[in-house]
C-alpha cells in the first residue's frame, strides 16, 4: 500500500502562531487542529476546508483533542489545566473538569471506555485522571498518580487508548510508558530508559510504540513488555514529538525536530521512506495517521504554525 507522502491540503487560515497538535475524526474524514492561541479548529481534511473555530473555553493553549467514536463531541486539554468535552454542532462547551495541580496543565486526553463514555487526561502534575463524561460533576471519577499506586515520576506526556477503549497508555518524562487496563485497574509499566513523549497501540493491540528524546521509538511487546525493535533516522532531543502506526500497522512514523517525517519498515526497522513535511528550521510537533479500515493519510502540523494533509501520491493514467 502507498505511503501518504502527497501534500494534498495545507490547513490554514485557523490559528494565529503554532499548531500544537492534529488528531483525525475515527472515520478520517475530518481533522482537529490545536494552537498556541487558545483555540482549536474542525476540518473537513479531504477538502481542506475550515469548518469551524472553537475558542473562549481555555484560557491559555490548546494541547490536544480528542474525537468521539460517533463525530458529536471533542475533548480538548490545554496549559490552563482545563479538560472540556464539546458539542461538535453547537461549538458549545458541554463539561468542564479541573483538577490537575500545578502550573504545568494538562498534556493530552483521550476519550475511551465503552461509548466513549470517559475521557482521560494526562498532566504535568504526574498524574493520569478520568471524567465522567455522562456525569454533571466536576471532579474525576479516578485519578491515578504515587499517592493512589500509580507512580508517575513526572509529567505525563501522552495518552493512547486501544481499540476496544479498554486500555491506556500513558508516556512519562521519568522514562516509563505505563498500561492501564481500565477494566481491573492494574498498571504495567515499561522503562525504556529516556523521557517519552509519545506512546501509540497497534490496531491490532499487540505492540505499543513508544517515542523517546533520544531520537529513537521502541516497539514493544503489550503481552510481555519485551523490547522487539528500535527505529532511528528521525531527530528527537529537544521538543516533543510523535509516532503513530500506520492503518495497516505496516509501518511506523514519526515526526522529527527538523521538518520531517519518517516511515518505517515495522518488522525490518529499515527506514523506507523519508518525507520533508514542513521547513526544516521547524519543528513537526504533531502528527496523526488514519485510522484502520480508512484510504492511507496522513495529517501533520508544525511550530510555525501550518498543518497539512496528506495523501497517496496520485495515480498517472
Same mark, same amino acid.
Given at each position: 500500500?502507498?505511503?501518504?507522502?502527497?501534500?494534498? =491540503? %495545507?490547513?490554514?487560515?485557523?490559528?494565529?502562531?503554532?499548531?500544537?497538535?492534529?488528531?483525525?475524526?475515527?472515520?478520517?474524514?475530518? !481533522?482537529?487542529? &490545536? +494552537?498556541?492561541?487558545?483555540?482549536?479548529?474542525?476540518?473537513?481534511?479531504?477538502?481542506?476546508?475550515?469548518?469551524?473555530?472553537?475558542?473562549? +473555553?481555555?484560557?491559555?493553549?490548546?494541547? %490536544?483533542?480528542? &474525537?468521539?467514536? %460517533?463525530?458529536?463531541?471533542?475533548?480538548?486539554?490545554? @496549559?490552563?489545566?482545563?479538560?472540556?468535552?464539546?458539542?461538535?454542532?453547537?461549538?458549545? #462547551?458541554?463539561?468542564?473538569?479541573?483538577?490537575?495541580? +500545578?502550573?504545568?496543565?494538562?498534556?493530552?486526553?483521550?476519550? !475511551?471506555? *465503552? @461509548?466513549?463514555?470517559?475521557?482521560? #487526561?494526562?498532566?504535568?502534575?504526574?498524574?493520569?485522571?478520568?471524567?465522567?463524561?455522562?456525569?454533571?460533576?466536576?471532579?474525576?471519577?479516578?485519578?491515578?498518580?504515587?499517592?493512589?499506586?500509580?507512580?508517575?515520576?513526572? #509529567?505525563?506526556? #501522552?495518552?493512547?487508548?486501544?481499540?476496544?477503549?479498554?486500555?491506556?497508555?500513558?508516556? !512519562?518524562? %521519568? @522514562? &516509563?510508558?505505563?498500561?492501564?487496563?481500565?477494566?481491573?485497574?492494574?498498571?504495567?509499566?515499561?522503562?525504556?530508559?529516556?523521557?517519552?513523549?509519545?506512546?501509540?497501540?497497534?490496531?491490532?493491540?499487540?505492540?505499543?510504540?513508544?517515542?523517546?528524546?533520544?531520537? =529513537?521509538?521502541?516497539?514493544?511487546?503489550?503481552?510481555? @513488555?519485551?523490547?522487539?525493535?528500535?527505529?532511528?533516522?528521525?531527530?528527537?532531543?529537544?521538543?516533543?514529538?510523535?509516532?503513530?502506526?500506520?492503518?495497516?500497522?505496516?509501518?511506523?512514523?514519526?515526526?522529527?525536530?527538523?521538518?520531517?517525517?519518517?516511515?518505517?519498515?515495522?518488522?525490518?526497522?529499515?527506514?523506507?521512506?523519508?518525507?520533508?513535511?514542513?521547513?526544516?528550521?521547524?519543528?513537526?510537533?504533531?502528527?496523526?495517521?488514519?485510522?484502520? +479500515?480508512?484510504? *492511507?493519510?496522513?495529517?501533520? &502540523?508544525?511550530?510555525d504554525g501550518t498543518a497539512r494533509y496528506w495523501t497517496a501520491p496520485p495515480t498517472t493514467q
Amino acid at each position: 500500500m502507498s505511503l501518504p507522502t502527497h501534500r494534498a =491540503r %495545507d490547513l490554514a487560515g485557523a490559528h494565529d502562531g503554532a499548531v500544537l497538535a492534529v488528531r483525525f475524526s475515527r472515520d478520517a474524514a475530518h !481533522c482537529v487542529t &490545536c +494552537g498556541r492561541d487558545r483555540a482549536f479548529a474542525l476540518w473537513n481534511a479531504r477538502k481542506g476546508t475550515l469548518l469551524k473555530v472553537y475558542r473562549g +473555553g481555555h484560557a491559555r493553549e490548546v494541547r %490536544d483533542a480528542s &474525537c468521539a467514536r %460517533d463525530g458529536a463531541r471533542i475533548a480538548t486539554c490545554g @496549559g490552563d489545566r482545563g479538560v472540556f468535552l464539546w458539542d461538535v454542532a453547537t461549538g458549545a #462547551s458541554v463539561r468542564r473538569w479541573s483538577g490537575h495541580e +500545578g502550573e504545568g496543565g494538562a498534556n493530552a486526553t483521550a476519550l !475511551c471506555g *465503552p @461509548g466513549d463514555a470517559l475521557c482521560a #487526561s494526562a498532566g504535568y502534575d504526574a498524574s493520569v485522571r478520568l471524567w465522567d463524561c455522562r456525569a454533571s460533576g466536576a471532579r474525576a471519577m479516578q485519578v491515578m498518580h504515587a499517592r493512589t499506586g500509580v507512580a508517575f515520576g513526572d #509529567s505525563v506526556t #501522552s495518552l493512547s487508548v486501544d481499540e476496544d477503549g479498554a486500555k491506556i497508555a500513558a508516556g !512519562c518524562v %521519568d @522514562g &516509563c510508558a505505563r498500561t492501564i487496563d481500565l477494566r481491573n485497574g492494574k498498571c504495567h509499566v515499561d522503562s525504556v530508559g529516556a523521557p517519552v513523549t509519545s506512546v501509540c497501540f497497534s490496531h491490532d493491540k499487540q505492540c505499543l510504540i513508544v517515542g523517546c528524546l533520544t531520537s =529513537r521509538v521502541a516497539l514493544l511487546d503489550c503481552a510481555s @513488555g519485551n523490547a522487539m525493535a528500535t527505529y532511528r533516522g528521525h531527530v528527537a532531543e529537544r521538543a516533543k514529538t510523535e509516532c503513530r502506526f500506520s492503518n495497516t500497522d505496516a509501518h511506523v512514523v514519526a515526526s522529527s525536530e527538523d521538518g520531517r517525517v519518517v516511515f518505517w519498515d515495522l518488522v525490518t526497522g529499515d527506514v523506507v521512506r523519508e518525507l520533508q513535511a514542513h521547513d526544516r528550521s521547524t519543528v513537526v510537533c504533531s502528527i496523526d495517521y488514519a485510522p484502520e +479500515g480508512a484510504e *492511507p493519510a496522513m495529517a501533520t &502540523c508544525a511550530a510555525d504554525g501550518t498543518a497539512r494533509y496528506w495523501t497517496a501520491p496520485p495515480t498517472t493514467q
